[in-house]
């Protein structure tokens, strides 16, 4: 058993800090400009730019278009979206042209259609039911920011909601809640994995009995044996190196626990950094 001294312990959590305290950082700027820029009607551009910002985050290709007679937000991949943006002062949303959205749609080839804005009058919701569109309401896309702060969500995470008619609710989120609760559990699943492990080379099947012990020690619910050697080979990566192999399909940890946990969370730092930069 590895124990890390005072130091040692204080010096990983202020990394771990570091790298969570720059992805809220990242979270609360888009957050922000989404909460300010939807009120300000006299210059609705700047709310196009906070939506791009907001699904660009999120690894969507969005193309920030504008002007008369064509769609304000194309998203190109990894499906094809028009969105409008409509920024009010107003507490909700009292007309949508659902016409004009449709002919956008029609030009760019586009699989679906939403509409971001405030909030959304009762009737708006109705009539976007029946066309075909989706409502994503300010509060709605916050609520999203604040799922991804639990798990790192992607375009295909949040494709299912492109399909739903009619504006968002908080419910509908759920799905990406559950996604949550997976991935925390692989999380924890990674940290044991990474325990059981030491300096002596192992088989995958002996690894697998370590690991199954120890699961049933702290009452953890086990990932399968394909699952737990495909995390294995993952973290073997030589970008990481945390753990190595003989060459014989044995493996056995390269770096102390202190320094795979630093590793980890340099890497993450650096990507949270890196996107605060493009965005």
Known sequence: ???LSVKEKEKTQEEIKGGKEAEKELDEIIKNEL?????????????????IKFFTYFGFTAEHIGGAGDTDIFVKEPFKAIIDAKSTSRRSLTRINFSRLKQHKQKHNADYIAVVSNGFDPAVDRDAKIENTTLFSVKILCDILEANRNYPLTPEDLHYLFKIHGEIIPSDLDKLRKYSE??????????VIVNVIDKIPRSISEIYGRYELKCEQLLTE???KETMEQTIKFLS?????ILE????????????IPNSSRKLSYIADLIIKNKLKTL
């Open 1 to 3: 058993k590895v124990e």
């Open 35 to 51: 909460i300010v820029n939807s009120k300000n009607s006299k210059e609705p551009k700047v709310f196009e730019s906070s939506i």
């Open 182 to 191: 997976e991935y925390k559990k692989y999380l924890n699943n990674i940290t």
């Open 222 to 224: 086990k990932l399968d």
């Open 237 to 241: 990566l030589p970008v990481l190196s």
């Open 245 to 256: 192999t003989d060459g014989k399909n044995n493996y056995y940890r390269k770096l102390s």
